[in-house]
């Protein structure tokens, strides 16, 4: 399989809410491709499902290194922080989200 079909088939065990096996499936993926932050971000967003916040830090971190301006990146850092009691980085995070989104939002507008 290739990563992105991969990724797709974790998005379907996600859609299932059978997040361990999209975790896996979303591993393979950034085995093959290690430089795309997408896969990194529905990780992370399956670890929070799990309360893994440490390993959602981590992969929302590392699609951040890949794609600074990466919405969920700093969104799933965000709330992930917020659960650690990291409150001003996470404000710091959910802020930049929020803004890119806006951003991102007006862009699609023109």
Do not use: V
Not at 72 to 94: N, V
């Amino acid at each position: 399989m290739s990563a992105l079909e991969l990724k797709d088939e974790g998005n379907k065990y996600f859609s299932l809410h059978k997040y361990e096996d999209a975790i896996n499936l979303y591993s393979q993926a950034i085995n093959r491709s290690p430089s795309t932050p997408t896969f990194y971000t529905n990780r992370a967003l399956c670890h929070l499902k799990l309360k893994n916040w440490d390993a959602s830090c981590d992969d929302s971190r590392r699609s951040l290194d890949l794609d600074p301006n990466s919405i969920k990146g700093h969104f799933f850092l965000g709330l992930a922080l917020l659960e650690l009691g990291h409150y001003d980085e996470s404000i710091a995070h959910l802020q930049k989200g929020s803004e890119s989104f806006s951003l991102f939002n007006f862009l699609i507008k023109i």
